[in-house]
């Protein structure tokens, strides 16, 4: 994940305070989709939103060390998709409005994070790279256990 080895490190630090308040506003949002979310259902998403930050933090802090866990985190979520009859689109699409409603919480917050223009480029850069790769892991996570659904079918 290049796109993080230009982040300075400090970055994290700023955004790290704003996980829980940003996990929120991102929830708010996911809750006004369609369909709306159920609370045993907005619990689950909330916690993965917070997991999410916080897996974009990580990758901030150490871009090294962080990718094969959280690949694994949403290898998982698309497995659980294929298995609950959902579609991968669905966390596409949450995950564009949750970088929407990330920023804005972000861009409320008093005294702002202090970020300049060039440290904010490589942060809205890294954020890209960053959905871009997840969608890509819980796709592949999805067709995994598609695939392992037809061949237990198949077997069985």
Do not use: K
Request: charged share 25%; with cysteine; glycine share 10%.
């Amino acid at each position: 994940m290049r796109p993080f080895e230009a982040v300075p490190a400090w970055v994290a630090e700023r955004l790290r305070p704003q996980v829980d308040r940003a996990a929120d506003e991102v929830l708010n949002e996911l809750r006004r989709g369609d369909p709306p979310l159920g609370d045993e259902e907005a619990g689950r998403a909330r916690a993965g939103i917070a997991a999410g930050i916080r897996h974009f933090c990580d990758l901030v802090e150490d871009p090294g060390a962080g990718w094969e866990r959280v690949a694994a985190f949403y290898l998982r979520v698309g497995r659980h998709l294929a298995r609950d009859g959902r579609d991968p689109v669905e966390v596409q699409q949450a995950l564009r409005r949750s970088a929407l409603a990330a920023w804005r919480t972000l861009a409320a917050v008093p005294g702002g994070l202090d970020l300049d223009l060039g440290a904010l480029s490589l942060v809205v850069d890294a954020q890209f790279c960053y959905m871009d790769a997840v969608a890509e892991v819980i796709a592949a996570g999805y067709a995994a256990e598609v695939a392992a659904r037809a061949d237990g079918a198949a077997g069985g």
